[in-house]
């Protein structure tokens, strides 16, 4: 197995001093956490130059820990941190500033964290089966996971359901937790879908105890319109979700824990049941759970869906597959071994579609790439597109880290592929809209890499149409970026107004 270790086996300057005694390769090299908030304006080009028609702020959150981890880090488990390109007039500006969660603020109070992370263990001493959250007592919140923008907001969420954290798009300080008008006093799934055509928010909660999933949609005005109960069949891990004009689709994979063994231990461990049929809940928008039709398909997991759209009676899903998620420690890995097991990631792309009026399920394989952190042009979710970038997992390295960008056209069945250099650890790549307007690509496809060579960090810009040419612009990041988990694109109306506000 490669580690980045062989590459530089020296951690970068600018990290807390406390990493140094804690053996984890999420704490170390690109990963190695950073100690500041920086605000910088007018960025160095360092290739090419930034087009005048990207306007708009690439958004990326991960964990970035203060405070020396109470038990064992999971990647999981650092303070979010927001890092924010905001690109405008041809030039860029860089803000990064850490989430003001609940745990971070008493963190700082007391100087210690006195939460355990993912890996547990936790206290359920307290906890009734009628707790319905995951995580809000007995296991640390980061909201380090996701950003989506609502209703004038950029909404931070975490990886297995959290604290909705509201932060303002501009300066990216926390202005408090969402609480949908004052409607939702719970812990959100980090994967919201916002409808880009009514503005309506889609999430649900899940948890280790009954009732197992709750389903929720907020209008556009921020205010809770709607929420429902969906019975499962026990606790269920899900990621993500996707939408149509009418329906959500849930999910139900046969990859859990035994809610017995946690109670026992303390611990969620998870198994794969491969006996189980993966299953999709296709629910109306607005819908109740007597309405949810149920589809079955080969067992699995999913992190993260492309997209999904309705096609007369069938609703249409693409997604990233992992046919066999199961968690396969190598002990010479130690403590560390399950973490490191369950972010290696096998997968490829898939398309799933479900006929609502004959009841018919039916899958495909779309191809053999190990890609994952898929996205198409979000303005785009819930009706059809044609096109959606991805990166690439090398299945050999120790850490998840991604080694190309690849996009593919759904409509010819095709795809291109860019290797990123030697040494760069980018981050998830959202797709741009050029306000010239276009094809569905016309415009550029942004991320965030760090060199781990020697911990320089820029900002990429790809022509969307032309992948493989490479970035037509790279910026410089004026401190070192460690890598992270989601990132997304806001259009700059939606930060600035439109064109006649602009300076
Ligand atoms: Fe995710």
Redesign the pocket.
């Known amino acids: 197995m490669r580690t980045y270790a062989q590459q530089n086996p020296v951690d970068p300057p600018d990290r807390p001093t406390w990493v140094d005694a804690i053996d984890n390769p999420y704490l170390h090299g690109p990963y190695t956490p950073v100690v500041s908030e920086i605000t910088a304006v007018d960025l160095e080009v360092v290739s090419g130059s930034i087009p005048d028609d990207l306007y708009g702020a690439y958004l990326r959150n991960g964990p970035n820990p203060v405070l020396a981890p109470r038990g064992a880090y999971h990647w999981f488990d650092g303070d979010g941190m927001v890092h924010g390109v905001y690109f405008r007039d041809g030039r860029a500006s860089y803000l990064r500033k850490w989430i003001r969660t609940r745990a971070l603020h008493d963190e700082i109070a007391r100087g210690t964290v006195e939460l355990s992370g993912v890996m547990g263990p936790y206290d359920l001493s307290a906890v009734g089966d009628g707790q319905h959250s995951v995580n809000p007592d007995y296991c640390k919140d980061t909201a380090n996971?996701?950003l989506n923008f609502f209703n004038g907001k950029v909404l931070a969420q975490w990886?297995n359901a959290g604290r909705v954290y509201a932060l303002d798009p501009l300066t990216l300080d926390t202005v408090g937790e969402e609480t949908f008008g004052g409607a939702l006093d719970t812990t959100l799934n980090?994967?919201p879908k916002v409808d880009p055509r009514n503005g309506d928010y889609l999430d649900y909660d899940y948890g280790d105890f009954k009732s197992y999933l709750t389903y929720y949609v907020a209008g556009a005005d921020g205010k809770l319109k709607h929420q429902t109960r969906v019975d499962l069949p026990g606790p269920r891990l899900p990621?993500?979700t996707t939408f149509t004009p009418n329906y959500t689709i849930l999910h139900d994979f046969p990859l859990y824990h035994d809610v017995e063994v946690l109670r026992r231990t303390g611990h969620r461990v998870v198994r794969f049941h491969r006996d189980q049929p993966s299953r999709f809940g296709v629910i109306p928008r607005l819908g109740t759970q007597e309405q949810i039709r149920w589809f079955e398909f080969e067992p699995g997991y999913v992190?993260?869906m492309v997209n999904a759209w309705e096609d007369g009676d069938w609703i249409t899903m693409d997604g990233c597959f992992q046919p066999d998620p199961t968690i396969r420690r190598d002990p010479a890995e130690g403590p560390l071994a399950a973490m490191l097991a369950y972010l290696r990631y096998k997968g490829h792309l898939r398309r799933w579609r479900m006929n609502l009026r004959t009841g018919e399920a039916v899958e495909t394989q779309l191809d053999d790439l190990n890609v994952e952190?898929c996205l198409p042009d979000t303005e785009l979710y819930g009706v059809k597109s044609r096109y959606s970038y991805h990166q690439r997992i090398p299945t050999d390295l120790q850490t998840l880290a991604f080694d190309a960008l690849v996009k593919y056209d759904h409509d010819t069945g095709t795809r291109v592929v860019y290797e990123y250099e030697d040494g760069w650890y980018p981050s998830e790549a959202p797709f741009a809209r050029s306000t010239r307007g276009g094809d569905e690509d016309t415009g550029y496809v942004t991320t965030i890499a760090t060199n781990v060579y020697d911990y320089r960090s820029e900002a990429w810009i790809f022509d969307a149409q032309r992948i493989m040419a490479g970035p037509l612009c790279r910026v410089r990041i004026p401190a070192r970026v460690a890598p992270g988990?989601?990132a997304s694109w806001v259009p700059g109306r939606d930060l600035w107004g439109n064109g006649a506000a602009r300076l």
Request: glycine content about 0%; cysteine-free.
């Open positions: 996971t996701t990886y980090a994967h990621h993500d992190l993260h952190f988990f989601h």
